[in-house]
């Protein structure tokens, strides 16, 4: 009989309503600590645990979880060596251990040249089944906004875009209390009160990310050595971008309308309205296939390719697939057989088939328009435009004639 080994107990995987929130003392033992401890040990301070409002933090979503802002922090010192003898106390104490989920290190640097943040955050995760699964985050934002040589230009730009909404607010009041019935019928109505209530989002998120920003910087200078949380500057950077995003997105479906008086534009959307029951089977049949191919790539070479791990991951490879960028290798080194009958077939139906099928269903669409747009006179845009410069101008000229014979008159009279 062999010898009898010891059991090991098994840790789960990280859940937030189960993680450890206890302080300790070096090398996980127990409170109360020894007095000499926060004297001998760089790392004492490792050991206690800070929740996320303590240091300001924000969930970190990662490749494998997402884990909440708080934890066990050690701050690095300026000084490499100092660096390295804390990184060695800490692998000496077992800071790392068989209970740890996920090893975070942060830090923001600072181009002063180009004046821009660079907030890096590098995540090692220790998954409950072992191995481990790096990730990588790096976000560059503007802290000092209204600096160097064009920060009076953007300062500028800031007012200007506050007045114009404001008088684009009074404009839209003024029509709902003119004409209430005529501005709910027009859809166009609709996009505008959206660019504007994505407008005031803007200036709000704008203004709330001044006020961190000062706070921050403020907290910086008050203590350099102190740990600052830069990321929630990244993210709210971040979110004050996307609306304003979104808001030119919606500007410029807003500005496309001058482009219906297009004839192209017409012609462009008749075809689109012709072909519309069509279409619609189409894109159903193309929908089915899109989703039984994703499903089978996904589980085919989820294991063992990044670029189908998941649904979503799946469906981006085979989109550009369909654009021409194809990753047939990656998958041809895993699953040779079973690689070349997925690609042959995915080529066959969607690329062949289904992108056929498309094409005539518009070329028929294309040519029923192109007759009927024979018949009627062609609209440009440039023409519109001219016929309105003239129209002005002859309206203008009109009337400082007329104004001149009423004078005449009166001085005759």
Known sequence: ??????????????EERVKDTESYCIKWKSQPCHVAEKSDKLTSPAWTYLSSDAVWGLPTIAEYGIYSGGGYFMKLDVNSDVSVKIF???????????????????FTTYNAN????????FVAEFPEVGGFIPYLDIQVFRLYLHTGANGVFVMFLEITFVLVTVIATINMVYQMCTDIKAFVKSSWNYLDACALITSYVTIGMFIFKIGVIHKTIGMFHADKNAYVGFENLAMYDFVTNTSFAILVFLLSIRVSRILGYSGKIHEMADIIVKSANDLLGFLLVFAITTIAYVCWGTLLFGKEERKYKSYFKTYGTLTEAIVGKNRLLNILAKKPGYAEL??????????????????????????????????????????????????VCSTLFSFHRNTGTRSHCREKY
Not at 99 to 105: E, P, S
């Open 88 to 106: 060695t106390e800490l692998i000496e104490s077992d800071w790392f251990d068989d209970k740890t989920r996920a090893a975070i290190l942060e």
């Open 114 to 121: 180009s004046n821009l943040f660079a907030y890096a955050k």
């Open 1 to 14: 009989m062999g010898p009898i080994r010891g059991k090991k107990p098994c840790n789960g995987a990280y």
């Open 342 to 391: 997925y690609y042959f077939t995915f080529v066959l139906v969607m690329l062949m088939t289904l992108a056929t099928m498309a094409a005539a269903i518009l070329n028929f669409s294309i040519s029923y328009v192109k007759q009927e747009s024979k018949k009627i006179a062609p609209t440009n845009i440039v023409e519109i435009l001219l016929d309105r410069i003239a129209y």
